[in-house]
């Protein structure tokens, strides 16, 4: 494994550094209290071209490679969880469109995923099928040269400011996960709605959705590759998405990490800073061997991904390990922070809110720890 990020990501390590610190950061409270969406960061991070990071160059992305997508991650994390997140499942969409889709479709829609004029979203979860994904109902009846969708999805990232949709559906009710089919679907579909959207404990800038499908009519040619290809289409693109979600757990652990590091240099009990009770050092040099940890777990991960390697156990690992630590380390840093880390003046408690989520989405890390432990035995 190579430890040296080379000139072209130092560069872009930089820059989305400078961009999350300038224009996510200073808002990323207000986005929160208020429940508004990036979208002036999102057209900003789109003018950059980061909208397509790993998007091939001919349908006007980048085509850089995961330890790259590592990189920028975490950096959006830092300044805006909300940012990050839709960035997350965007590029996810344009992985799934860009591996299993024909080159006409991939043609005719990713040019405006990967300028970022058009966002992407995925609809997977049913209220009756969160972590067992095989158990939806959501339906696509063969109808013609297409499809009739018809069916509820919840809790979906970016339901109502995403223009395109990759739904899993069940072609063959009578399957489990070999029932399930991967569809394109494009808002303004007649038949498909937004219903409620959840009010949320934090991550509250980005919009989480119910969608509603009313016999929606879907062309042959959305059907992302084959009948029944879903499950694999989606446990493929989960294993980048574990990824990407880890990486936003360090993301959001150093954001609290530099903040704790600041206020004990500041905050001054018994005549003296805080910084100079051996209490506190331990737990800022826990945070410091902790966040070295989920590094390097993260580079690993996208290391084999990029190498083409066998990576679903090293994805799951620094999914879990990030997401968890990022969990212990915003919480420790409410605890550095005292009484002021308790109130909404200060990041810390945003920063413990935003962690809480990423144990629970791309799979839970009960799941994270299920796949561990068979990959295992
Ligand atoms: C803010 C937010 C954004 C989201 N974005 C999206 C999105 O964009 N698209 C999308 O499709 N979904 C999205 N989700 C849904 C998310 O992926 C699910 O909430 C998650 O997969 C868990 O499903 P569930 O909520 O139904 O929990 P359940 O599956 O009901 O789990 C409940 C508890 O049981 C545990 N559990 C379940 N099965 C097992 C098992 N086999 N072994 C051990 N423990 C188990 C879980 O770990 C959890 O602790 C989002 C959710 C939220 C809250």
């Known amino acids: 494994m190579d430890f040296d990020l080379n000139e072209e990501q130092r560069m872009i390590q930089e820059t989305v550094r400078k961009f999350s610190e300038k224009e996510l950061a200073p808002k990323a409270g207000e986005r929160d209290e ?53 960035y997350s499942v965007h590029t996810t969409v344009q992985f799934i469109l860009q591996t299993y889709c024909t080159e006409e479709k991939k043609g005719e829609i990713l040019p405006d995923l990967a300028s970022g004029s058009r966002i992407g979203a995925l609809a997977i979860t049913e209220p009756n099928a969160g972590s067992d994904i095989s158990s939806m109902t ?53 038949g498909f709605t937004f219903g409620k959207k959840e009010n949320k404990m934090g991550y509250r800038g980005s919009p ?54 600041r206020y004990v240099k500041e905050r001054e009990q018994f005549g003296q800073k805080i910084a100079s009770f051996q209490g506190i050092q331990w737990k800022l040099a826990d945070m410091e061997m902790n966040l070295s940890a989920a590094r390097l777990l993260l580079f690993q991960a996208a290391f084999l991904a990029d190498k083409e390697m066998p990576f679903t156990k ?7 390990f990030a997401t968890d630590m990022a969990m212990q380390v915003t919480t420790e840093a409410v605890q ?12 810390v408690e945003r920063y413990m809110r935003e962690a809480k989520i990423l144990q629970i989405v791309e799979g839970t890390n009960e799941i994270q720890r299920n796949i561990i432990a068979k990959e295992i035995l």
């Open 34 to 86: 208020k429940e508004l969406f990036p979208d002036e960061a999102w057209l900003k991070l789109s003018e950059l071209g980061l909208a397509g990071l790993l998007t091939d160059a001919k349908y006007g992305g980048m085509g850089l490679d995961c330890t790259t997508l590592v990189i920028v991650m975490i950096e959006l994390a830092k300044g805006c969880i909300a940012t990050a997140g839709t």
């Open 138 to 190: 959501t339906q696509a009846v063969p109808h013609g040269a297409g499809y009739i969708l018809s069916g509820n999805k919840i809790f979906i990232t970016s339901g109502g400011v995403a223009d395109l949709y990759i739904v899993f559906a069940k072609t063959d009710k009578e399957l489990k996960h070999k029932g399930i089919s991967a569809l394109i679907l494009e808002k303004g579909t007649p």
């Open 208 to 261: 989480t959705v119910e969608l509603a499908f009313d016999s929606c009519k879907v062309p042959g040619t959305d059907l992302i590759k084959n009948e029944g290809d879903g499950f694999y289409i989606v446990m493929s693109a989960l294993d980048r998405g574990r990824i990407t979600v880890g990486s936003m757990g360090l993301g959001v652990a150093e954001a609290a990490h530099i903040a704790a590091l």
């Open 314 to 320: 090293e994805a799951s690992i620094a999914k879990c």
């Open 336 to 347: 550095v922070y005292g009484g002021y880390g308790y109130i909404k003046d200060y990041p």
